[in-house]
């Protein structure tokens, strides 16, 4: 499954030269995350609900290209890699107001307990299980 999240850059995430900080990058990472979860039909709030949380074990970023105040960027999101426990998704973030590449990234992350114990899905969440395996692109 391929989700593309979308919205435009906001000023307080610029930086002194006038372009989006690096670490927001990360952020709309995430953020692009919640909203696959939700065009899953799986919202994180339902998750955190279950207490189940989803840490992040690492993240890898290679910037191309620099967003502007205002630009609109796009953050295509996909599921690459689970295994019932961990998983990761690769990015695509583009400056769709310059038509150019701006990211690439890819995250990984666990579904753990609060208190960071690590659990299967298929054991207690089935229904969220088979979401991620029917979307899991090979």
Not at 31 to 39: F, G, I, K, N, P
Not at 72 to 97: I, P, S, W
Request: contains cysteine; charged residues 25%; neutral net charge.
């Amino acid at each position: 499954m391929t989700v593309v999240y979308s919205r435009k850059a906001f000023y307080y995430e610029t930086d002194r030269m006038d372009i989006i900080h690096h670490s927001n990058y990360v952020r709309w990472l995430e953020e692009a995350r919640v909203y696959m979860m939700d065009e899953m039909g799986f919202p994180f709030s339902r998750l955190e609900g279950m207490g189940i949380v989803v840490p992040v074990l690492s993240v890898e970023t290679h910037y191309k290209y620099p967003v502007k105040f205002g630009d609109t960027f796009e953050v295509e999101c996909r599921l690459t890699e689970f295994n019932g426990c961990k998983f990761a998704l690769e990015y695509e973030v583009r400056n769709a107001t310059q038509g150019t590449l701006s990211l690439t990234a890819k995250t990984s992350h666990c579904f753990t307990t609060p208190d960071l114990r690590p659990v299967r899905l298929k054991k207690v969440c089935p229904e969220l299980n088979e979401l991620y395996l029917k979307y899991l692109e090979k």
